[in-house]
């Protein structure tokens, strides 16, 4: 746990092996992206996660959605500092994988995407859409993980959507998220 660096010679051998099959080569890439990121190659990450969407436009089959690909390479931008570009994958990824209101309720990748995004709003002082993101994110989230609201991501949300609500300067609905995402941390872990 943690070797990143491992992971990049790992993944890498992987990817350099002829016999992998292109579905399978999209796969590593993209884990191969992941590693790169984790351990603060940003660069490598990004053209790594570029490289599978090229693959992907080549009608290759995959086991990973393409919308998948677009957050790990928004996330990437995103830790560039290049947010504009960031929220523009986070909307064609949401669009490939939530479109419609009824393909976004249960969807676990939409509520991830919709965090993200909420990130980046918030990085560009785009308050109210990061707490819009934050707030279709936790929904989705409830209903996948039910009311109990035990659950990391439910925490990691509630916990984004308090620090929004503090940037704007309301502190009573900070408060009541932080609250709310701590007691969920003090069941969880």
Do not use: W
Request: hydrophobic share 40%; with cysteine; aromatic share 8%.
């Amino acid at each position: 746990l943690g070797d990143y660096a491992g992971a990049v010679r790992c993944f890498t051998s992987l990817a350099d092996q002829t016999t992998s099959k292109k579905k399978d080569r999209i796969s590593i890439i993209t884990f191969l992206g992941q590693a790169h990121h984790q351990n603060g190659d940003l660069v490598e990450a990004s053209r790594c996660f570029e490289e599978a969407l090229e693959e992907l436009t080549k009608k290759t089959e995959s086991d990973l959605p393409k919308a998948v690909i677009l957050n790990n390479l928004a996330c990437a931008m995103q830790s560039f500092g290049k947010y504009e570009e960031a929220i523009s994958c986070f909307q064609e990824a949401l669009a490939l994988d939530g479109g419609g209101k009824k393909q976004r309720q249960g969807n676990p990748r939409v509520a991830v995407i919709l965090n993200n995004m909420g990130d980046a709003y918030q990085s560009t002082c785009q308050y109210d859409k990061a707490i819009q993101c934050y707030i279709e994110a936790f929904a989705i989230e409830q209903k996948i993980y039910g009311n109990n609201r035990a659950h990391p991501f439910i925490a990691a949300t509630l916990h984004n959507l308090g620090s929004a609500y503090r940037d704007i300067g309301n502190f009573l609905a900070a408060t009541v998220a932080f609250q709310s995402s701590l007691q969920i941390k003090e069941i969880v872990f």
